[in-house]
C-alpha cells in the first residue's frame, strides 16, 4: 500500500491547454522559427545578411577580375579570361580588362610599360642609321687641294704667254720598244710620255725620259671592244669591283712621278660607267688627272671625272693611225687647227718610226707659227682643273 503512493503523484494530470494538439502544433512551429532565427543571427542576421550576403557577392567579383587582369600582360592575354568562371559578370570583367591598355595606358601602370617596350626599339633603330647626307665615297676620292695634289707636284713647270695657243703631244705606249722609246725621249720636248706599267726596267726608263725634259703619264690596259690583246692584267667589265680596283692599284705602284692615267685602248672598258667608276676614283683619291683618250665616242670618262670634280682633260686628234711621215704631218697641221680654234689640242701618237721622224721635223718650228709645246698638265690647269 505504501508503494502504490507515489505512481499517484506521476500521473498528475496536466494544464488542460496543454493536451491540446492545436496549441501543441504552434508551439513546434514557434520552436523551429525560433531554431532558425538563431541561425540567422550568427550569420549576420535578419534583412541585413540579405543585404550583406549581396555584398558579399559583389566583394568576391574583384578576383575573377584580378585573374583577369594579370593575364592581361602576358601574351596571349584572351584565353585566360576565357578560361575563368561562367558567370555573366565575372566574363565582362575580363573584357574590359583586356581592352584598358589601349585605350586606358595611362592610368594602368602594367599597360605602360608595353608601351615603352615598343618604343624603345624604333628609337635606337633611328639612333643607328648613318646620317643621310655621310656618304663613305667622297672621303675615298677626295684629291688633296691645291699644290698639294700629286699630278701638281709632279708637273713639268711650264710657262705659258698669255693668248697663244696651246699644244700637247702626248706618246703612248712607251717602255715596250726600249730603242724607240729611247729615240722618242730623245726629242726636243717638252712632249708627254705615256708609259705601260708592265714594261721592262719601267722606273728606269720613266726617269731617264723626265732628266731629259719630258713629262710622265701612266698608259693603263683596259678591255677593247674588238679582237686585241691590251696586255697583262688589263681592266676588264667582266671583273668584280673588287679585283678592278686591284690591278688598278698595281698598276699606279708599279713607277712614280706622273701626273696622271690615260687608257690603253679600253673601248669597251672605259664605256662602261660601273666599271670605269672605281678607277677614277681611285686616281683622285691619290691626286692624279685623267686623259680620256676617246678611243670611243662612248667614254664615260669625261663624264665622271666632272662629277668627281677631279682634273681631266680629253684627247682632240690621233696621230699615227696612218704610219707614213706624211700623214702624220698632215694629222699635226690638224692639230695646230684644233689649238686656234678653242685655245689648245692634245694630240696623241705613238713611238713609230713615222711618227718620231714626223714630229723631229715639226717640233722646231712650231713655235715659230704662234704655238706654245706644253705638257699635258699645263692644258688641265689653264682649262680643266679640278683638283
Known amino acids: 500500500m505504501a508503494r502504490k503512493a507515489p505512481s499517484k503523484a506521476r500521473k498528475s494530470p496536466l494544464p488542460p491547454f496543454l493536451s491540446n494538439p492545436f496549441v501543441l502544433a504552434l508551439a513546434a512551429v514557434a520552436a523551429v522559427f525560433a531554431v532558425a532565427l538563431g541561425v540567422a543571427t550568427l550569420t549576420g542576421g535578419g534583412s ?9 557577392g559583389d566583394a568576391a567579383k ?50 605602360e610599360k608595353p608601351a615603352q617596350v615598343e618604343s624603345r626599339p624604333a628609337a635606337t633603330v633611328v639612333a643607328m642609321l648613318p646620317p643621310p647626307v655621310a656618304p663613305a665615297q667622297p672621303p675615298q676620292v677626295q684629291a688633296p687641294p691645291g ?60 726617269r731617264a725620259a723626265r732628266a731629259n725634259g719630258h713629262e710622265l703619264m701612266l698608259h693603263m690596259p683596259m678591255e677593247p671592244s674588238v679582237k686585241a690583246d691590251p696586255g697583262p692584267n688589263a681592266l676588264l667589265v667582266s671583273l668584280d669591283r673588287g679585283e ?22 679600253g673601248s669597251r672598258f672605259t664605256a662602261d660607267r660601273q666599271a670605269l667608276a672605281p678607277v677614277l676614283a681611285e686616281l683622285h683619291r691619290r691626286g692624279l688627272l685623267w686623259l680620256d683618250s676617246r678611243t670611243t665616242p662612248n667614254s664615260a670618262g669625261i663624264g665622271l671625272a666632272r662629277e668627281m670634280k677631279m682634273p681631266w682633260v680629253g ?50 718650228e712650231v713655235q715659230k707659227r704662234g704655238f706654245v709645246l706644253v705638257p699635258v698638265s699645263a692644258v688641265v690647269r689653264t682649262h680643266h682643273a679640278g683638283g
Do not use: C
Open 62 to 111: 574583384p578576383a575573377p577580375v584580378q585573374q583577369a587582369a594579370q593575364p592581361a600582360v602576358q601574351p596571349p592575354p584572351v584565353p585566360t579570361a576565357k578560361v575563368e568562371p561562367p558567370a555573366a559578370p565575372s566574363s565582362a570583367a575580363p573584357s574590359s580588362a583586356v581592352a584598358q591598355p589601349e585605350t586606358d595606358a595611362p592610368g594602368n601602370a602594367v599597360a
Open 315 to 364: 684627247r682632240d686628234i690621233f696621230l699615227d693611225n696612218q704610219e707614213t711621215v706624211a700623214a702624220v704631218k698632215a694629222q699635226l697641221a690638224k692639230t695646230e687647227q684644233v689649238a686656234k680654234r678653242q685655245g689648245y689640242a692634245v694630240a696623241i701618237g705613238h713611238p713609230h718610226d713615222a711618227t718620231i721622224d714626223a714630229l723631229a721635223s715639226w717640233l722646231p
Open 48 to 56: 541585413g545578411g540579405g543585404s550583406g550576403g549581396r555584398a558579399g
Open 147 to 206: 699644290n698639294a695634289a700629286l699630278w701638281r707636284k709632279n708637273a713639268l713647270p711650264a710657262e705659258v704667254p698669255q693668248g697663244k695657243p696651246m699644244i700637247a703631244i702626248v706618246i703612248d705606249d712607251m717602255g715596250l720598244d726600249r730603242k724607240r722609246s729611247t729615240r722618242m725621249a730623245g726629242l726636243r720636248g717638252p712632249l708627254t710620255l705615256s708609259w705601260l706599267p708592265y714594261a721592262r726596267d719601267l722606273p728606269v726608263q720613266a
Open 244 to 265: 678592278i680596283v686591284k690591278r688598278a692599284r698595281a698598276a699606279l705602284d708599279s713607277f712614280d712621278g706622273y701626273v696622271g692615267v690615260n687608257n690603253h685602248m
